[in-house]
């Protein structure tokens, strides 16, 4: 049987990233933080403090540019327990990307512009 482990996403300003992740969804920092002995790379993993999932974020010193997203079909999810509330927050952030009214959802994007979904509780 294998099960969820952990997502990653490459950031270009880990610093911000993990800022943006603080405020915009409550992750924080969990377990070790790794970096490179040649300092080529940091990784942070990111948890909700209620499920063992976790967001990797990782940053590479020899790739400063954006990351090329492509059409950014991909995305993570994340379930609010105040969906009103969340999307007021995420609304005076002006990270709201799309919403889908008659789904009743809504995407941000972070830093980077990779989306994140944002679902209400059922």
Request: hydrophobic share 40%; charged share 30%; aromatic share 14%.
């Amino acid at each position: 049987m294998l099960t969820f482990n952990h997502f990653n996403f490459n950031v270009s300003d880990l610093d911000k990233s993990l800022a943006f992740y603080k405020e915009a969804l409550g992750l924080e920092p969990v377990g070790e933080r790794k970096e490179a002995a040649d300092s080529s790379f940091i990784i942070v993993y990111l948890g909700d403090g209620k499920t063992d999932f976790r967001l990797e974020l990782t940053w590479l010193r020899d790739h400063p540019q954006k990351y090329d997203l492509g059409e950014c079909e991909f995305h993570l999810a994340l379930r609010a327990d105040d969906f009103d509330a969340a999307h007021k927050k995420h609304e005076e952030m002006d990270c709201i990307c799309f919403e889908n009214p008659a789904m009743g959802i809504y995407f941000i994007t972070d830093p980077d512009g990779y989306w994140i979904e944002i679902i209400p509780s059922k």
